[in-house]
């Protein structure tokens, strides 16, 4: 079996037309515990190198785990989110394999008797479909170290000078969901893959189980793909890109691989069952090792942890108090807010549900609330390259501009500059307001000195209103706009505009 990658990919609507494509998911998210999950070690992130670690998490003889109670309530959590059978009994076995960033040499996770199993999650595409994807188990396990390369000019081992190893990854606790192979999505499966694991991050969250933010590395997909001939015939070869870390990476790696594979097949060779890995940079994956099978392993049952025995009292109790599952609630919530199902959708996808929803609660109106977000700031996050939860302004801002157009003491162009300047760091919306005076004009005493001095420099527009023709009236306003910096309320000018032509 030669390993070389094909001479040229194959375009994918062509792959995916001679091809049927069938996709697995593995998705790992580390808990948001205080400590890791078998010591005492604290968790935050970003620490110095090795300070979060303890005999255990650099497993040191004889030290022993002692398992984290919230981690299993976690573990627990997840798999009652995803529909699935909670074990009575499970265990913790033992994953041997040598690398430096596993200190004690193996990795202590669940093989045979996961603590989640027969589940499913619905997912629903950006066009409303909703394809059932099947859980095959959910298991608890913990995090290896991290390997640094240093000296190479790819960040990879190989041309590196040395390698440096922090452990403060190391035993952090992580649940891993395993879906069954997703078959029959044909030329849909990349999409079928980010929906799916964007699905899953959102019920981490709705959960509290975990950040899950995936530039963090908290959430990481391990994407499976294989083509056979046709839907009915057996299973093909499948490889698996491994730590895939944002959604539009999922997309594009099973994308890739359908590309890849195709081509494979076409010049009569076979596809390698192995890992690869997803470049970020180039958008293609390159070949990894040979995939390992079970047996390599050597899994036994873990000697120094007890069985984990959830009593059916507590997951009763768990699944009393799960939150309301993010799809539903997305329903309920674009019933209140009366939006199309393209507008949620939007929303859906930018990522602006939650501060729709906090900028409602704020005073804004649903309407008001989506026309800042997917509007405004929805063009400065693109223009920026950030998210819109990355922006330097609260929904709770956004509820109090809102609330100053509201009660007519800023019109639309006024607010947009208070918003620049609240973006810019300037303070609160009021404190914008009052420190560049951009509040509308509304004594009328003012108003009146620029519509005298804009009726005195047109004669002619004067003439033509006073005849009967209002078209020409919209100059005047404009001048008056003009001389009020735009912070007069124009239909009040009108009013003005109108009332002094008829007195004169």
């Given at each position: 079996m030669s390993n070389h990658e094909p001479a040229t990919l194959v375009d994918y609507d062509e792959a995916v037309r001679r091809y049927d494509p069938v996709i697995g998911i593995e998705v790992h998210v580390e808990l948001g515990t205080a400590s890791k999950m078998f010591d005492g070690a604290p968790t935050e992130f970003g620490a110095a190198p090795n300070t979060q670690v303890t005999p255990t998490s650099l497993g040191l003889p004889g030290a022993l785990p002692a398992l984290n109670r919230t981690a299993v309530e976690s573990a627990i959590k997840i798999g009652l989110a995803l529909h699935c059978e909670i074990a009575e009994v499970c265990r913790f076995a033992r994953k041997n394999y040598f690398y430096p960033d596993v200190p004690k040499n193996f990795q202590t996770s669940q093989y045979d008797e996961p603590i989640a199993f027969d589940g499913h999650l619905d997912v629903e595409l950006d066009d409303g479909t909703v394809v059932r994807v099947e859980i095959e188990r959910a298991h608890m396990e913990e995090d290896a170290g991290k390997n640094t390369h240093v000296g190479g000019a790819t960040g990879r081992i190989h041309g590196a000078d040395h390698s440096l190893v922090d452990y403060n990854r190391a035993g952090i606790p992580l649940v891993e969901i395993v879906t069954r192979p997703i078959t029959g999505v044909g030329?849909?499966?990349?999409?079928?893959a980010r929906a799916y694991v964007q699905t899953l991050r959102d019920i981490f969250r709705a959960l509290e189980v975990s950040e899950a933010r995936m530039e963090r590395g908290n959430v990481r997909a391990d994407v499976n793909v294989s083509l056979r001939p046709t839907p009915q015939s057996p299973l093909g070869t499948r490889t698996e890109t491994k730590n895939v870390n944002s959604f539009?990476?999922?997309?594009?790696?099973?994308?890739y691989e359908i590309s890849r594979q195709a081509a494979v097949l076409d010049e009569g060779r076979t596809v390698t069952q192995e890992t690869r890995h997803w470049h970020e940079d180039t958008s293609i994956t390159t070949a990894g090792r040979v995939k390992s099978d079970a047996e390599d392993y050597r899994y036994f049952p873990e000697p120094d942890l007890l069985p984990v025995a959830p009593s059916r009292e507590w997951v009763?109790?768990?699944?009393?108090?799960l939150p309301e599952v993010p799809s539903v609630r997305r329903r309920r919530l674009q019933a209140a807010w009366g939006y199309a199902d393209a507008e949620m959708r939007d929303v859906v996808n930018a990522g602006a549900v939650e501060l729709i929803e906090t900028t409602i609660a704020a005073g804004a109106s649903p309407a008001a609330a989506r026309k800042w977000w997917m509007g405004e700031l929805a063009r400065t996050a693109n223009t920026e390259g950030l998210e819109l939860t990355e922006l330097a302004v609260t929904p709770t801002q956004i509820g109090e501009l809102q609330g100053l157009v509201d009660s007519g003491r800023l019109n639309d162009k006024l607010a947009r500059q208070v918003l620049a300047g609240v973006l810019a760091g300037e303070g609160s919306p009021?404190?914008?307001?009052?420190?560049?005076?951009?509040?509308?004009?509304?004594?009328?005493?003012?108003?009146?000195?620029?519509?005298?001095?804009?009726?005195?420099?047109?004669?002619?527009?004067?003439?033509?209103?006073?005849g009967g023709n209002l078209g020409p009236v919209g100059a005047i306003i404009g001048s008056v706009m003009k001389a009020t910096r735009g912070q007069a309320d124009a239909g009040r000018v009108r009013e003005l505009v109108l009332e002094r032509i008829g007195q004169e």
């Open positions: 030329d849909r499966a990349p999409e079928v539009r990476s999922v997309e594009r790696a099973v994308r009763e109790e768990l699944r009393a108090g009021a404190e914008v307001v009052a420190a560049r005076g951009l509040e509308i004009v509304s004594d009328d005493g003012p108003l009146l000195e620029a519509i005298d001095a804009a009726l005195a420099a047109q004669p002619d527009v004067v003439a033509k209103v006073r």
